[in-house]
């Protein structure tokens, strides 16, 4: 199993970023995928959640309304837009298949004027 996580940066509060999650090493389309992040001293929160079709997806209340996911099986990757980012929501970035314990090296974020 290979999880890559790209698309992070260093972006001004207001500002957007793409983030994607190559995922190779399993049948990508069977599994719901998941972001998480951890921020500097806390730990890691559950972000957003897709099922297997991308029929339905979860947020959590900190970042609704201002996050989507989606996922491309076609491609074995999974999105996340960020928009209207905050200084809060600096941190790492990670993608996770549910019910496989593995974890990419994740993106960072950064958000700050």
């Known amino acids: 199993v290979h999880i890559v996580e790209s698309g992070g940066g260093l972006v001004q509060p207001g500002g957007s970023l793409r983030l994607s999650c190559a995922a190779s090493?399993?049948?990508?389309?069977?599994?719901?995928m998941r972001w998480y992040r951890q921020a500097p001293g806390k730990e890691r929160e559950l972000v957003a959640a897709i099922t297997t079709t991308g029929d339905n997806t979860n947020y959590a209340d900190s970042v609704k309304g201002r996050v989507t996911i989606s996922r491309d099986n076609a491609n074995n990757t999974v999105y996340l837009q960020l928009n209207s980012l905050k200084p809060e929501d600096t941190a790492v970035y990670y993608c996770?298949?549910?019910?496989?314990?593995?974890w990419g090296q994740g993106t960072q974020v950064t958000v700050s004027s």
């Open positions: 996770k298949a549910l019910g496989l314990k593995y």
């Open positions: 090493g399993f049948t990508f389309s069977r599994y719901h």
